[in-house]
């Protein structure tokens, strides 16, 4: 078996001092060492358990010291401590916590205040006293919490698509059960499992100009959202009506045919006894990809929506074509949604590429071909930089010159990807376009690259 790399190979915090706060029990302890191995020196902290951090020290050896007390009372004794040891901070794990093992019944009022100053209050002050100690220089803080915070807040109970691909990602995931592989006008609304939210993305074609923008009417692929209504109507008959529906599309989705395809969805769920609005969500906001993407919410009428909602429009979610449709259906009740940004950092699209794999060169003339003038220019522009630069590129359908519908490249130089490739291919499937003294490779984005985003965010 392979043996795990060194972590100074990983991390190396040579000169670094970091405070391991309940380093007394064992994730304390193992975070402790790691941090010892990546060269900082450390501070182990314990309170109840003072023998085990004094333990724990002797063996880290003279990198180490003792800090005793209480987190939420103690916070500034603790930091000074490392700098009247080794000079600074710059590393601070809030780890320590306490939680009574007993049936929750049994747990009176006292125990549970005391849970909460330790384990809130004493990440406050910790935090409070750490980030002084640290000063214009700045640092690190670490929080450690429970994975219980990672666990969705719905669970999948049922999910359909007529794609194996699909398919095989949901089981890959979420087991076997629950998936249903087939056509949605295969569906029974009143078989279907009780829910608290409906969520359904339909097909986008007729929606954009590549469908002639047909809309949503019954028969075209877009249309299937009434086969979602009629689902619901047959789960609501049954009494399985969801409190909560999602309907995801393109943006386009706001505003083809004048917000008319928009308008005629909005009012099928108001029709249904549902208030809802809508949001523009890009994924650039998450990682770097750009995809923006619409979505009608809709609550039953009389669901508590204290905390969800707010007075009027705010950038980034309520984009101007969310306005527009909302304008368009002209409905007093209209939610405007509340979503706070994240705020996690995006890493740079760079950083997800592997540089071992290496591109096709492409004829020039052939390539510029495919481009608008627009996109020429950024090749242009790019070129004349005189240094490697790398982009992305998916083909779209744009009208041309003669106002017929022609298949473009377009390409981004800005650090987010465009569109991902959709499970059969197609025309979105993303392509990396490395630009440098004047020669063009591309190459399609593997697998792991595909994949690091997502990986990212977990």
Known sequence: MTSPPEVRSLLDLSGRVAIVTGASGNIGAGIARRLLEAGASVVVHGHANA????????????????????VERDAGAI?????????????????????????LGSIGAEEAAEML??????????????????????????????????????????????????????????????????NIQQVKGASLPAADLAWAS??????????????????????????WMRVLDEASGARKQPRLLVAENVVGFLVANEGADFRVAYQALRSRGYVAGALAI?????????????????????????????????????SASVIRAARAVADPDWIWWSLPLPSMRIQSLASLFESDVQGELVDRKEFESWLSPANLEKVRV????????????????????????????????????????????????????????????????????CARPRVAQR
């Open 51 to 70: 023998s085990a951090a004094e333990e724990l020290a002797e063996e880290l050896g003279r990198q180490a010291v003792v800090a005793l007390g209480d």
């Open 79 to 103: 930091c000074r401590r490392a700098v009247e040891a080794f000079g600074s901070l710059d590393v601070v794990v809030n780890n320590a916590g306490i939680q009574p093992v007993a049936p």
């Open 117 to 182: 100053r330790v384990n809130v209050g004493g990440v406050i002050a910790m935090t409070r006293e750490a980030a002084a100690s640290m000063g214009e220089r700045g640092g690190s803080i670490v929080n450690v919490a429970s994975i219980e915070g990672l666990q969705p807040a719905f669970d999948t109970v049922w999910s359909n698509d007529n794609s194996a691909k699909k398919a095989a990602v949901f089981k890959a995931n979420f087991g076997d059960s629950g998936f249903a592989l087939g």
């Open 202 to 227: 339909f097909p986008c074609q007729d929606l954009s100009l590549a469908g002639n923008l047909r809309g949503i009417q019954q028969g075209t692929r877009s249309g299937l959202f009434w086969e």
């Open 282 to 318: 890009d994924a650039r906001h998450f990682v770097p990809q750009s995809r923006p993407r619409a979505f009608l919410v809709a609550a039953r009428e009389g669901t508590d929506l204290r905390g969800l909602i707010q007075p009027g429009p705010s950038e980034p979610f309520h």
């Open 382 to 449: 790019i070129s004349r930089l005189g240094r490697q630069t790398v982009g992305t590129a998916y083909k779209r359908t744009r009208p041309s010159v003669e106002k017929r519908k022609k298949t473009r490249l377009e390409l981004r130089f800005d650090g987010f990807a465009g569109c991902l490739r959709t499970p059969k291919g197609g025309s979105s499937r993303q392509l990396l376009v490395t630009v440098d003294k004047g020669q063009v490779r591309t190459r399609l984005l593997t697998v792991r690259e």
